[in-house]
């Protein structure tokens, strides 16, 4: 069984730094895309940033390009997402999902829908 946990969210004035952590477990973590999501009150759930663990190809959303880093440690099963230059707007749950045989085409398009398994979500609040 697919089992995503997130930690590392939290408090934050703008202009600060997160990083969140998703660890991996039940799967073989080689050749799975993994994503960040975020979804805040009243807003459809967002694709934030992706990686393809087979190949390290990343895809960010364009309000978090130059200011989130997504990657992986395959030793520990763990996928983070570095943010900084945080803004009030960025303030929403964060979820992870995973799932297998996605196609680059559709990657870069990060669709919730896309994929199957998902964390519990860690929420991320930016002051101004």
């Known amino acids: 069984e697919v089992q995503l946990v997130e930690s590392g969210g939290g408090l934050v004035q703008a202009g600060g730094s997160l990083r969140l952590s998703c660890t991996a477990s039940?799967?073989?973590?080689?050749?799975?895309?993994i994503g960040w999501f975020r979804q805040a009150p009243g807003k459809e759930r967002e694709g934030v940033a992706c990686i393809s663990t087979g190949d390290g190809s990343t895809y960010y959303e364009d309000s978090v390009e130059g200011r989130f880093t997504i990657s992986t440690d395959d030793a520990k099963k763990t996928v983070y997402l570095q943010m900084n230059s945080l803004k009030p707007e960025d303030t929403a749950v964060y979820y992870c999902a995973a799932d297998t045989g996605l196609p680059a085409l559709l990657l870069k398009l990060i669709p919730s829908w896309l994929f199957g398994s998902w964390g519990q979500g860690t929420q991320v609040t930016v002051s101004s």
């Open positions: 039940g799967f073989t973590f080689d050749d799975y895309a």
